[in-house]
């Protein structure tokens, strides 16, 4: 008899991909190319595990065995859209995916527009029974640059155009803010505020104040756009913001979370604007140690706004004349002090330089950059994560919330990581067991290599032996930062999980009060669709890098051995950010 239980199919990419069900605990099976169902990745199916026919013919080893999962009822839509091929023959059409091996061809309706065989994208709508798509996009040269990153959003199923109703109740938010409200909440007009952002950056959620005490120490200020008051439980809004999750950055467009109207305009933290803001007073010691703070309702006006690069210009002249400096200066001793003590108390420092593809006019990649963060990037870095620790405590004695969490490695991966430092002649832990292991454990192999060649392998290598930060509605730390309590409060505009925190630490704010259940469900979420984002996000620089590479075919390139296997070694190229291939027949008789 057979085995039934739930799960979601994908694809396990490969020289063969292959269709797979995964349950909720992790457990995984391979699944029947053809099971007489239209079911596309991302579904929620039930299924059935036997042992295949072909199993029967063939011999297992001692403890092998196969088995295969039968889908037998597809019970809810994970995928929006579908990329294929448009094909017809006579009185019919259909789409052949890009991967026709494990995706079915899907009907759609016969149109005298599409050419034959060009790319298209089709929706396939969110219910099971439905067995034809519409076609919503066509790309007659679907080789051109800006078509590629068209086609990734539709094939990694993100978010596009905003509903109708969504942006009509976006459009009915008020341009100035109500006089009743300004008069409710604390006037921080006249703070001197700073913002600093990437110099092409969309929104602006975030701005920092700092009034120093003539004795040391003194009161900062992390001012966040509140988004919650425009964004209110159970509007449009909210949850066209909630099925997103996240803003999406791709390499030559941005598909934000919230409409523009209020991601760009009435959340973003502009200079000279009125703006509502959720603000977090730290006081601080002399030493960087915190020893008082509050959450405020504010008023703001921004009184500059930097780019990262113009800021560490200011930063490092000490004797600058140009407006704020004398600030920005004071800021950056703060933060330095806040970095050490941080460090200090085992948090994890990890170097790794930002790869950036520019792109020409034509979308097309025309030089690729890496950019290692300096101490203006550590300035506005060091000032959130004080902000969120406080905003993650908060929720702690609240009682419920949902946390950044993220939890020490597995065995099985510290174990690889070793084997990996062995070569290098390096020790990670001196317990037997992985609960031995403390962050400054990690951190002081990342200190062993800094400034050395392997540094960024090592980084990456220590990086991977590490679980994924999530979001969950229990809170069990953060390992990477050696808090105890830590809760994203810093990006309401991004992260639809900010949001949710802005309205649980809202002052006697009926509208913050969720059931655990909620909670888990859109920790879960939001989670799932940071993953998605932050996986298409990198896909899509990849495509960009593999085009220019393609271009400078010949072209010498200088990179370090990142991976070693039987079949050949992984090459990271400097400059780059790009892993490449070198077969073992193609070293020749250098082993």
Known sequence: M??????????RRGRRPRLVVKDEKGFEVDAAPRSGLLAFPGDRVRVEVGTPAWAHRRRHGPGRRALEAVIVAVLERGTQSLLGRYHASHKRAWVTPKDPGVVPALDVALRADVPEGAMVAVDIGPHPGVVTGEIVHVWPDADAPRAVIEQ???????????PAPVLEEAARCPDDIPSEERARRLDLRDLEVVVIDPADARDHDDAVSWEPRREGGGRLGVHIADVSWYVRPGSLLDAEARARGVSVYLTDRVLPMLPPRLSADLCSLLKGKDRLARTI???????????????????????VSLSYEDAWTAMQDAGSRLPHAQTLHAMDALARTLRRRRFEGGSLDFQFPETKVILDAAGEPERIEQRMGDPSHWLIEEFMIAANAFAGAYLTRAGAGIWRIHEPPSMDDVAELEEFLKGLGVKLRHGPK???????????????FKGTREEFVV?????????LAVYSETNVGHFGLALEHYAHFTSPIRRYADLIVHRLTRPGGAEGRYAIRQLAEMAAQTSRLERRAQEAEWACDKKMILRYMAKRLGAEFEGTVSRLERFGAFVTLDGVGADGLIRMEELGNDR
């Open 2 to 11: 057979r085995e039934s239980f739930i799960g979601t199919l994908f694809v």
């Open 152 to 162: 990734l959003v539709y094939e990694r199923d993100l978010p596009r155009e905003f």
């Open 281 to 303: 007073f730290l006081e601080l010691g002399a030493d960087g140690a915190v020893e008082g703070g509050e959450m405020r309702e504010t008023v703001i006006r921004p009184t």
């Open 434 to 448: 992985s609960r031995d292991l403390r962050p400054a454990d990690f951190q002081a192999v990342l200190e062993r």
């Open 459 to 467: 980084h990456k290598k220590v990086l991977q032996a590490l679980k």
